[in-house]
Nanobody
Framework: QVQLVESGGGLVQAGGSLRLSCAATGRTFIKLVMGWFRQAPGKEREFVAALSWSGGGTSYADSVKGRFTISRDNAKNTVSLQMNSLKPEDTAVYYC????????????????WGQGTQVTVSS
């Protein structure tokens, strides 16, 4: 089993920055693919970014490419999402996800999830 706990959400003005963190416990973190997803009210959960266990393979949704950066610290069992140039349309609950093998964009394929953290971007 893997337990994931997100932190770092909040309220920020458009153009501002936030950094989300996700702490993992319970299983060898270094072997996990880590991802971030988000879900806005009335919308389906959508892919934001994913990172391979080595940190060398990253992927981003087109809507956040160039503004968001995913990174991991295997020594601290954490994965982060640096969000810059935030827009009101980035407002959502952000979820950390993990899986042993899957590194794609389908949220249904990830086995482990955090409880989510709210990000609100005001215009």
């Amino acid at each position: 089993q893997v337990q994931l706990v997100e932190s770092g959400g909040g309220l920020v003005q458009a153009g501002g920055s936030l950094r989300l963190s996700c702490a993992a416990t319970g299983r060898t973190f270094i072997k996990l693919v880590m991802g971030w997803f988000r879900q806005a009210p009335g919308k389906e959960r959508e892919f934001v970014a994913a990172l391979s266990w080595s940190g060398g393979g990253t992927s981003y949704a087109d809507s956040v490419k160039g503004r968001f950066t995913i990174s991991r610290d295997n020594a601290k069992n954490t994965v982060s999402l640096q969000m810059n140039s935030l827009k009101p349309e980035d407002t959502a609950v952000y979820y950390c996800a993990a899986d042993l093998t899957y590194s794609g964009r389908d949220y249904a394929r990830y086995d482990y999830w955090g409880q989510g953290t709210q990000v609100t971007v005001s215009s």
